[in-house]
């Protein structure tokens, strides 16, 4: 049997891979791409995640930019950046003798298990091939309401997808910091995040750089994707000399270091569990908060107490419990309505036509432990 390289995701941000007006910075590209083929000549395979679409089009067509934009006319205007972006790719992977492969993905893709797996065909082809994939969201199609807006969530989705060893998220800053630094003097890197808690996501809440539109929620977020995928993750400056090396070796103070989970969620939970926004709140009681958590069951309607927001069938929806913390994250089998009105209810005393489950089992991720 032959064992395959272990393969490293690298995600540079829109802040990362142009200048401030936009331009397509092929300082930073290039610098990037000597140190992948440092990888690749170490035997490891390389997949690269880069935004810069948007950005790179406004400069391009050196309109007005209206603020704050439709997202319509900005997904025209990705149309635009998107081949620059990766013209540059090419060109600089090129001069190490290597081939780009552009893959574009979007949110759905990792909701339908055939596009999944023929995303993940692809990919392991390209790698096998020797090409190092450059994704990027396809912005220009997706459809708006559902888009990640942001590559960190993609690029982890994307480390799942790949079985890579390691997500490396380049960006502006040192790492994660133990305050805005812009705020509060002497804010310092935090080296090391062994579990994502919700005392540190509050902390990461803050807007990203003026281009971008992840900020440091939106990594951080990209951190849980990854490391409950079991990919340990590293969020490092891209500007740093060597930054891929000192990433996979460790080396103290390059950046921030999350440690990957023993116990690995499904690609389609996480997903259900992180990528998608809550469309509403049911609150159950402490027997269906047991049945969820230690039992792996479905959420019936008899342990629903509370139903919050408008939801419709397959929508995501949090689950909590009497005290407010989410258990459990699921798309939802009932519209609110119905869900409203048949809380509390026996299976036995629902109407024809409506679900037994709430949420099923397969369509839910505990959350916690
Ligand atoms: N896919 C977007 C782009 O390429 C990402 C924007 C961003 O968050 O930087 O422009």
Same mark, same amino acid.
């Given at each position: ?9 690298? @995600? ?14 092929? $300082? ?65 992977? $090129?001069?190490?003798?290597?081939? $780009? ?11 339908? /298990? ?25 912005? *220009? ?5 559902? /888009? ?7 690029? *982890? ?61 939106? @990594?951080?977020?990209? *951190? ?11 969020? *490092? ?51 269906? /908060? ?5 039992? =792996? ?5 008899? =342990? ?11 929508? $995501? ?12 994250? =699921? ?12 809380? =509390? ?25």
């Amino acid at each position: 049997m032959t064992v395959s390289k272990p393969v490293v995701v690298v @995600k540079l941000g829109s802040s990362s891979v142009t200048e401030e007006g936009g331009a397509v910075n092929r $300082a930073v590209i290039a610098s990037i791409c000597g140190q992948v083929a440092a990888l690749v000549a170490e035997g490891r395979r390389v997949v690269v995640v880069s935004s810069g679409a948007i950005a790179a089009g406004w400069a391009t067509l050196n309109v007005d930019r209206p603020a704050p934009s439709d997202p319509a006319v900005l997904q025209a205007v990705s149309a635009v950046g998107q081949p620059r972006i990766v013209g540059v790719w090419i060109d600089e992977l $090129a001069v190490h003798g290597l081939t $780009a492969g552009q893959v574009l993905l979007a949110p759905l893709d990792f909701v339908h /298990r055939r596009q999944y797996l023929h995303a993940r065909r692809t990919l392991d082809h390209l790698l096998d091939l020797g090409v190092v994939p450059v994704i990027n969201e396809n912005d *220009a199609v997706a459809d708006e309401e559902i /888009r990640f807006g942001d590559n960190d969530r993609l690029a *982890a989705l994307v480390a799942h997808l790949v079985g890579a060893e390691r997500l490396v998220l380049l960006t502006d800053t040192a790492g994660l910091l133990t305050a805005d630094p812009k705020e509060v003097a002497g804010a310092s890197l935090i080296e090391e995040v062994v579990e994502i808690d919700h005392q540190l996501e509050l902390r990461a809440r803050g807007p990203g750089s003026p281009v971008g539109s992840g900020g440091m929620a939106s @990594k951080l977020a990209a *951190a849980k994707i990854a490391t409950w995928s079991g990919v340990e993750t590293v969020i *490092a400056e891209a500007s740093r000399p060597g930054v891929l090396a000192s990433s996979l070796a460790g080396t103290p103070g390059v950046g921030t270091v999350f440690r990957a989970r023993p116990r690995v969620v499904p690609a389609r939970k996480l997903w259900i569990a992180f990528a998608l926004t809550s469309a509403g709140t049911v609150v159950v009681d402490d027997g269906a /908060r047991r049945a969820l958590v230690e039992g =792996g069951r479905s959420l019936l309607a008899a =342990g629903v107490v509370e139903v919050r927001g408008t939801f419709e069938p397959d929508d $995501a929806v949090e689950v909590q419990d009497a005290d407010g913390r989410v258990v459990a994250k =699921g798309l939802v089998r009932w519209p609110s309505g119905r869900a409203a009105e048949w809380v =509390g209810r026996r299976s036995d005393q629902l109407p024809d036509g409506l679900a037994r489950e709430v949420i099923h089992r397969d369509d839910m991720v505990v959350l916690g432990d």
